[in-house]
């Protein structure tokens, strides 16, 4: 692979540095450094690749890879019988994916492991890359491994605290355009908040009017959004009456500066709810069917600012319950 890159960026490989995170100092003065041992394999992982970025010019660029948590699954199923393999994939993701992220247990799991992360998903590889101040140029999927291109970014992230646990917060737009964060249950692999504008940039907006080929979302997590059962701990935002039951979605920073000026500026004038208007309309959850909801939303509460979320209430439980709405 390292070959391959040398072609693409017409780079002389006199001009690369061969580095081992763990025990090696980079070479300011090479144009390509390439990382030899695999991220699962970096001791304090994430203080690793943080100070790694703080020292790489501009105009280097960085290629490294890691073992994706698809790729370990694979490579255990084709080494072993099928009874053996599941076995071993059931102790292996209960010890290095479960207990090394229990509170009581993380500190003892650090110090067996000295900070290495066995088991990486696709996401969580990225995420954490983009929150150590990466740029992710381009990505490559080569014999259970990703390989990552990656330059400096000039942005800093790393004052967000990246969220962990089955329940998190997610920064979102509320009223006023303040900043809040909304509660929900974890459906998405770590760090994947930090990769929501480098997706939406690879693979767009989907149907759902959510980005495309999410590769975020766990399995169990999709169930989760299909029922809502994710959105359940947003009833904590409504006591804190920072949302209400029936309103306009809480969207992203990103989502929200993307949209016309003035739509903005009417979604600054409402509090966020737990349940949108496109549910209580029976309409598609593309993006533009929700927009036109919240739209129409809008110009109901300016004549029955009252009513309207009631109503609308009623409606949703109508259309959850017997025309079989379900989430995407």
Not at 128 to 137: A, K, N, P
């Amino acid at each position: 692979m390292l070959s391959y890159y040398l072609d693409r960026l017409s780079i002389n490989s006199l001009d690369v540095q061969e580095l081992n995170l763990n025990n090696e100092f980079y070479n300011e003065q090479k144009r390509l450094i390439y990382i030899v041992n695999p991220l699962n394999e970096v001791n304090n992982l994430q203080f690793t690749i943080e100070k790694l970025s703080k020292q790489i010019n501009d105009n280097q660029f960085i290629l490294l890879k890691f073992e994706t948590l698809r790729g370990r699954l694979r490579r255990i199923q084709k080494n072993y019988p099928k009874l053996i393999s599941n076995f071993l994939i059931a102790i292996d993701l209960i010890v290095h994916r479960i207990l090394s992220r229990i509170l009581v247990l993380k500190n003892v799991y650090h110090s067996f492991s000295k900070g290495k992360i066995k088991i990486i998903s696709r996401a969580e590889g990225l995420g954490r890359l983009v929150y150590s101040g990466f740029q992710i140029e381009s990505t490559e999927n080569f014999n259970g491994l990703c390989y990552v291109l990656l330059t400096k970014s000039n942005k800093n992230l790393t004052d967000r605290k990246p969220s962990f646990g089955p329940i998190f917060r997610m920064n979102r737009v509320g009223k006023n355009g303040k900043i809040f964060g909304v509660y929900k249950i974890r459906t998405m692999h770590p760090y994947s908040e930090f990769l929501q504008e480098y997706l939406i940039k690879l693979n767009g907006y989907g149907d759902q009017g959510k980005p495309n080929n999410d590769f975020r979302v766990t399995a169990w997590g999709r169930i989760l959004r299909k029922y809502w059962l994710d959105e359940i701990p947003q009833l904590i935002n409504v006591m804190k009456f920072e949302m209400k039951i029936v309103g306009l979605r809480p969207v992203s920073e990103f989502y929200f500066n993307d949209l016309d000026p003035i739509l903005k500026e009417q979604r600054m004038a409402h509090k966020p709810g737990c349940i949108p208007p496109y549910i209580a309309f029976n309409m598609a959850s593309s993006k533009n069917d929700v927009l036109k909801a919240e739209d129409l939303y809008i110009q109901m509460k300016k004549k029955n600012p009252y009513t309207t979320d009631t109503k609308l209430f009623f409606m949703a439980i109508k259309n959850i319950l017997f025309s079989k709405k379900r989430g995407s």
